[in-house]
């Protein structure tokens, strides 16, 4: 990674395994003013994705602030057998 490589965005994605990449993505796109979103890293991110079901006009969003991804995954499974007939 190179900080030149944020040139031009506004959002950035970072899903290495090696936090200092992450951490180098963070510190980066902080002084450009970019969004940063390091998966499964919430100490290197900016914003954080929630999980949704969505069933018409209704939108459900399940969020752990990056902690959780699993348990977030789970619970919007269990959200969508849950939310009744269409």
């Not at 796109?29 to 919430?42: K, L, M, Q, T």
């Not at 914003?47 to 789970?74: E, Y």
């Amino acid at each position: 990674f190179a900080p030149t490589d944020l040139e031009g965005a506004w959002l950035a994605v970072t899903a290495t395994s090696e936090p200092a990449v992450n951490q180098a993505v963070k510190h980066a796109g902080d002084d450009r003013r970019i969004f940063v979103n390091a998966a499964d890293d919430p100490a290197n991110c900016s914003f954080t994705l929630m999980s949704g079901v969505r069933r018409s006009d209704i939108v459900v969003a399940v969020g752990t602030g990056g902690r959780s991804p699993s348990l977030a995954t789970w619970l919007k499974g269990h959200g969508q057998g849950e939310r009744g007939p269409e």
